[in-house]
T-cell receptor, first 113, second 108 residues
């Protein structure tokens, strides 16, 4: 297994544009998480899914952010419209149903100019 | 609400010196605590978890419920320990709450 796969690795966009980040979790994992990493706030949980159903989206900053998981092997995080303060590294992680560890993707470095 | 606090953003030590990365948590129930590490250009990965009571790469961490702490320690730092370290809390809802992270710099 190649692990959790995120794309793109880097995204540079202009303020106001739509940004879509993608994640393929590890096959068989029931849980998928989206985290945002910044220097000031560290790792913040944005949203997580269990069996493709969103469980907790209280960490989503505002309505400009949305996430979907149409099937067990794919999830997207969309920002529309993007703003400079959204610049961060966005991580996707997955885990199985047991009390196991989270396995992280390589992250997407987002820069909004 | 649960919270994890890592008071130091940067910790700089010399090779061979002892290291202690501080982590405090707030949670009224029985927590499960973890340390994750992110080496340069690598993925964030699990370093150790308190229920395993193991030593990984010379690091240990003891859960102190009285002080609500889970400090990460290593008696002799090595240059390859330089990385970003995150303390994390699992309250049973499956999603981990992470601290803001501490960057460890081990100088030669």
């Amino acid at each position: 297994d190649a692990g959790v796969i995120q794309s793109p690795r880097h995204e540079v966009t202009e303020m106001g544009q739509e940004v879509t980040l993608r994640c393929k979790p590890i096959s068989g994992h029931d849980y998928l998480f989206w985290y945002r990493q910044t220097m000031m706030r560290g790792l913040e949980l944005l949203i997580y899914f269990n069996n493709n159903v969103p469980i907790d989206d209280s960490g989503m900053p505002e309505d400009r952010f949305s996430a979907k998981m149409p099937n067990a092997s794919f999830s997207t995080l969309k920002i529309q419209p993007s703003e400079p303060r959204d610049s961060a590294v966005y991580f996707c992680a997955s885990k199985d149903r047991g009390p196991g560890k989270l396995l992280f993707g390589s992250g997407t470095q987002l820069s909004v100019l | 609400a649960q919270r994890v606090t890592q008071p130091e953003k940067l910790l700089s030590v010399f090779k061979g010196a002892p290291v202690e990365l501080k982590c405090n948590y707030s949670y009224s129930g029985s927590p499960e605590l973890f340390w994750y590490v992110q080496y340069s250009r690598q993925r964030l990965q699990l370093l150790l978890r308190h229920i395993s009571r193991e030593s990984i790469k010379g690091f240990t961490a003891d859960l102190n419920k009285g002080e609500t702490s889970f400090h990460l320690k290593k008696p002799f730092a090595q240059e390859e320990d330089s990385a970003m370290y995150y303390c994390a809390l699992d309250t049973g809802r499956r999603a981990l709450t992470f601290g803001s992270g501490t960057r460890l710099q081990v100088q030669p």
